[in-house]
């Protein structure tokens, strides 16, 4: 799952830093949820563990899959506020606040691309 993070009419996108798997993409922080873990619940774990926040969720976008080369990777996205905190880049290389529209011009993670045009569309319908 992943965290649209808004503030100030930006979103938090991190670049996954090198020695890992897609290093030096950018993409929406979020994990892996646990057994038993709901989505929500897990996507806050995971946000606390990466960034140091808490947040609160506001919405869900639907769920994407994609099959990279060797692996598949299915996101559950949530649009989230800050609740408690100041991101830090704990795992990733960098975080960074963007405007929506020019996330595009990121070198973003495949697998999130369809995450971010299902947010922009869901921005445009508001």
């Known amino acids: 799952m992943c965290g649209l993070i808004e503030r100030d009419g930006c979103v938090l996108v ?9 290093a030096g993409k950018w993409e929406f922080p979020g994990g892996k949820v646990e057994s038993g873990e709901a ?9 606390r563990e990466e960034l140091g926040v808490e ?3 506001v919405r869900a976008l639907p769920e994407s899959t994609h099959r990279y080369e060797g692996f598949a990777i299915t996101l559950v996205p949530f649009v989230c506020t800050l609740a408690e905190g100041e991101p830090v880049a704990h795992e990733h290389a960098e975080i ?12 973003l993670a495949a697998a999130d691309v369809p995450i971010l045009e299902a947010y922009l569309a869901a921005r445009r319908g508001r």
């Open 96 to 107: 960074a606040w963007s405007p929506p529209e020019n996330i595009r011009d990121l070198d």
């Open 14 to 22: 991190a670049r996954r830093g090198q020695g890992r798997a897609l």
């Open 55 to 57: 947040i609160e969720v």
């Open 39 to 47: 989505a929500e619940a897990a996507l806050a774990r995971e946000l």
